[in-house]
């Protein structure tokens, strides 16, 4: 059975990103638009996936009141580098709790200067988490990050977890042979997916395009790591595609994550379209990201079966939406 409530889709094939933490059950549950609950969604009878604690149960369990939202943390950058013209590095004092929270992959906070409102939010993927300092690479563009490049403080609004779609596949992958395609920023998404895999005893081949930032800013902290090449090659010319090709025929690939522009996803799908169906592919969240929270619709994304999902926090399969 599938809903179709309020141009939102519920299926059995989606997933909260938040479902079963400390966030859930959420705003959306008040009114009726929770991404996992049938029931929380208008439903009238129970058709979810969920196999964590009951989310409608919560809710009642709670006096139908829905969880405190994320929380704003005041923090002291404690290092800023410019990397090149328009490419910044932050690392940022955290505390062993919030690195604890940040350090999964696909992890991304909002982020801005200390003085301003939260108009001023900028969704960032956390690059790195080193002795619970939070490493940031993000490029100066507009006036949000311009402000961001500013003072010695900033505010910092999360853990949110939906910054790769398709992310939970990496649970299931051990002794294997992954593929990572990064173009350009996106390189900010590849170094705690690598870190996973390599601690889980997987042979990565991680395809580097410098893009239009002319920079492979994530060399330093993917060297030390184990089992992992690196190939620099542009990902967006003939030459990319005969690498991703060459791997394909030397090894058994279990996992592909494209981390670059929807541009770069569509390519990369469109090569291993001739893989086996049971190939894991995740990519970056490259969605307007404005709340986070699935309240403002701004990362309502339509899939190529009509549905429409709050992409900031839906678990959504990315072949559902490059084919």
Not at 26 to 32: G, I, Q, R
Not at 80 to 90: D, F, K, P
Not at 200 to 218: A, E, P, T, V
Request: hydrophobic content about 35%; overall charge positive; glycine content about 8%.
């Amino acid at each position: 059975m599938k809903w179709f409530l309020g141009g939102i889709n519920l299926n059995k094939s989606f997933e909260c990103i938040d479902a079963g933490s400390i966030y859930c059950p959420c705003k959306l549950a008040d009114t009726n638009n929770c991404i996992s609950c049938s029931h929380l969604n208008g439903g009238d009878c129970c058709d979810c996936r969920w196999n964590g604690v009951c989310i409608l149960y919560e809710y009642y369990m709670n006096g139908k009141k829905t969880k405190p939202m994320r929380k704003e943390f005041s923090c002291k950058i404690d290092e800023r580098n410019l990397i090149n013209e328009n490419l910044m590095l932050l690392k940022i004092e955290g505390n062993e709790d919030m690195a604890e929270e940040l350090k999964n992959p696909g992890t991304y906070v909002f982020l801005r200067n200390y003085e301003d409102v939260n108009y001023y939010d900028s969704p960032m993927s956390v690059m790195d988490i080193c002795e619970n300092k939070i490493i940031i690479v993000y490029q100066i563009r507009g006036n949000k990050t311009k402000r961001l490049s500013q003072g010695d403080k900033v505010i910092i609004r999360g853990p949110y977890w939906n910054g790769i779609l398709g992310v939970k596949s990496l649970n299931k992958i051990y002794n294997s042979n992954c593929l990572i395609a990064a173009r350009g920023i996106g390189q900010s998404s590849v170094v705690l997916v690598t870190k996973f895999l390599s601690e889980r005893n997987n042979k990565i081949y991680l395809l580097i395009d410098k893009g239009n930032i002319n920079s492979i800013y994530i060399k330093e902290y993917i060297d030390k790591l184990n089992n992992v090449e690196i190939i620099e090659k542009n990902l967006m010319e003939n030459e990319g595609e005969k690498s991703i090709d060459e791997i394909f025929s030397r090894d058994h690939i279990a996992l592909v994550f494209s981390a670059g522009s929807d541009i770069l996803h569509q390519r990369v799908s469109d090569i291993i379209k001739k893989c086996p169906k049971d190939l894991n592919f995740m990519v970056t969240n490259n969605n307007i990201l404005c709340c986070g929270e699935g309240i403002c619709g701004s990362c309502v994304k339509r899939l190529n079966s009509g549905y429409k999902v709050r992409a900031c926090k839906t678990s959504i399969n990315p072949k559902e939406i490059f084919k």
